[in-house]
């Protein structure tokens, strides 16, 4: 007779930031856990990002947890936004400190999750061929952890040494001398160029959209600034907690459409200037909603591009025309414009000539075959969905959750969906946009309050309600019908071949999470369906 009395209350995968929260609220909450990790270590796109260049556009000290002071007061971030060797030893050093790591698995990947009415449970398989019961299943596997390498004939037959930004070895690559290909000018693509430079004989960009970059105004964090944060930490903890991007910029309630033409320049050079996602949660509140203001904003960051880059024609290529500032995440740079006007720095616009395959030695495009020693692929990621539709889950009534989802997810609160009870993702599809692990956070709370709820009243399986996901789902969808973030490219799955084409993230950001979760609180858990397991008796 098979087993089914659940090995852990509370099966995790994932051990990136949310992941690592999930279990620490999970284990103080009293649950039995486990986390299973396909990587070898802990930190999740800090364990996998490790390309030359990687580092926060968030501000380090709001990005980390928040959960315990001593925490925040005993780790030194050394810069504002930190490079990816720092974040993963923080999120190690967070592991030990809360003696974590005892309950993780790594190099374990899940390839199979079942759920089992009969006794309320999943049955997770993983890579080993091992299995695992657990009560209740929480994928933290992430929005952007599934790297995308566009099928480009050839790609095998490359003789040098070709690495996805997402998949970068533990290994150094030596890149002195070598002859670069970075194929992709998004985040990732635009951290490469400028780290790599001094080392290489020359770099090719390969650009299919150009970005609308600005700097990311980095620097060492001060000893006074330590002290100041330090000092300020509930103040600081107040403010991430309450703001609606997670970050702690100040939020400019000024339209730009009541500024004067003098006001909006001062304000544009200002922002320039600022750190980060200050140009986007400082800028005018009607930055996203008033084409004026927008394209106002983006001839004054397309300016400071022919400003900086004395190649015209090369400027003009890394000036977006096909979008406004949000419509696809805007990265954040340090010195990726000036790098063109190293004579070691070339540009290729695939508009104008397309890559028609890889050859043993390089790169052809229509235009002919560049040779390279190395290809970096910055090509992004399957956003949103790619992890969970790689997990082979099946929920009740053998119902594949790639079927669910064929025409892209509907979610409750982005954290779970119907037909597959017990199972909760954070900081997967309909999540919020902004800093990250605040938004995360918020969902880990939501979802560990809602199986204590389960706990605290003797019930096993938590399903939501048919009304609560599309509720939920309609506001996300009428949201994406009028928004203008992150319309074009990875958040509608419009880089993946054949994906749906479905807006991925909540359009009601942090607001409509907090509100609507506060509204099944005072409900007292209506939006869902709690039971026993059958092998109890008992039903709401
Ligand atoms: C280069 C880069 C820079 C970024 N910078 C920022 C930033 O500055 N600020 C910000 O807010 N956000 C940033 N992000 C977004 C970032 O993904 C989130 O901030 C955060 O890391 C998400 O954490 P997570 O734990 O939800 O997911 P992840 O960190 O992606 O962790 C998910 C983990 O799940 C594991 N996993 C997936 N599937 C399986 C499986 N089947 N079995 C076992 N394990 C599995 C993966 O191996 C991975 O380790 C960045 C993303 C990238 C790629």
Redo the contacts with the bound molecule.
């Keep these: 007779m098979q087993r089914s009395t659940p090995d852990v209350d509370v099966l995790i995968?994932?051990?990136?930031?949310?992941?690592i929260y999930q279990l620490h609220r999970a284990r103080e909450s009293g649950f039995s856990v486990r986390l299973?990790?396909?990587?070898s270590g802990v930190g999740?796109?800090?364990?996998?990002?490790r390309y030359p260049g990687?580092r926060?556009?968030?501000e380090s000290y709001t990005?980390g947890y928040l959960f315990s002071e001593e925490l925040f007061e005993e780790w030194v971030w050394e810069e504002h936004f930190a490079g990816q060797p720092e974040i993963e030893r923080y999120l190690n050093h967070v592991v030990d400190r809360f003696d974590l790591r005892r309950h993780m698995r790594f190099d374990?990947?899940?390839t199979a999750a079942v759920w089992d009415d009969a006794s309320g449970t999943w049955l997770v398989t993983t890579s080993d061929g091992t299995e695992c019961r657990a009560r209740f299943l929480v994928a933290?596997?992430?929005?952007?952890?599934v790297p995308y390498t566009p099928d480009i004939p050839g790609r095998d037959d490359f003789r040098g040494v070709q690495h996805h930004t997402?998949l970068w070895p533990k290994e150094s690559v030596d890149f002195v001398g070598k002859r670069v290909a970075v194929v992709g000018t998004s985040?990732?693509g635009v951290q490469v160029v400028p780290t790599i430079l001094d080392d290489v004989a020359s770099i090719t960009v390969y650009q299919r959209t150009a970005n609308w970059c600005t700097p990311l105004n980095n620097r060492p964090i001060t000893p006074e600034e330590q002290a100041q944060l330090r000092a300020g930490f509930e103040d600081l903890r107040e403010t991430l907690n309450t703001s609606l991007s997670g970050f702690a910029h100040p939020v400019n309630v000024q339209s730009g459409a009541d500024a004067s033409p003098a006001e909006r320049r001062a304000l544009f050079e200002q922002l320039w200037n600022s750190p980060g996602f200050m140009k986007l949660t400082s800028n005018y509140s009607d930055l996203l909603f008033n084409e004026v203001v927008n394209d106002e904003w983006c001839a004054f960051i397309a300016e400071q591009i022919r400003g900086i880059v004395h190649d015209p024609d090369t400027a003009e290529r890394l000036i977006p025309k096909d979008h406004g500032f949000g419509g696809k995440r805007p990265p954040f740079v340090i010195g990726y414009f000036e790098a063109f006007n190293d004579p070691k720095v070339s540009l290729v616009d695939l508009r104008d000539t397309a890559i028609v395959r890889v050859t043993e030695a390089g790169i052809e495009t229509t235009d002919g075959v560049r040779e390279f020693d190395i290809i970096v692929w910055a090509t992004g990621?399957d956003f949103g969905t790619g992890?969970l539709s790689?997990?082979g889950i099946i929920g009740r009534d053998g119902l594949a959750l790639t079927d669910h989802w064929a025409d892209g997810p509907s979610t409750f609160l982005g954290l779970q969906t119907r037909g597959f009870p017990n199972f909760f993702f954070p900081?997967g599809p309909h999540a919020a946009a902004g800093?990250?692990?605040r938004y995360?956070g918020d969902m880990v709370d939501i979802l560990t309050d809602t199986l204590l709820y389960a706990r605290d009243h003797g019930f096993d399986v938590i399903e939501v309600t048919v009304e609560s996901e599309e509720r939920w789902t309609r506001m996300v969808d009428k949201g994406a019908a009028v928004t203008t973030f992150g319309t074009v490219g990875q958040y509608t799955g419009s880089n993946i071949p054949g994906k749906p084409r479905r807006y991925l993230l909540n359009t009601g950001g942090r607001l409509k999470l907090r509100e609507i979760s506060a509204q099944v609180v005072a409900d007292d858990y209506h939006a869902y369906e709690m039971s026993k397991a059958p092998t109890r008796p008992g039903k709401r």
Excluded at 140 to 145: F, I, M, N, R, W
């Design positions: 995968v994932g051990a990136g930031i949310t992941g299973l990790e396909a990587g999740g796109t800090w364990y996998w990002n990687a926060f556009d968030s990005y374990t990947r899940v933290a596997t992430g929005v952007l952890s997402g985040s990732s990621f992890a790689r997990m900081g800093n990250n692990p995360n």
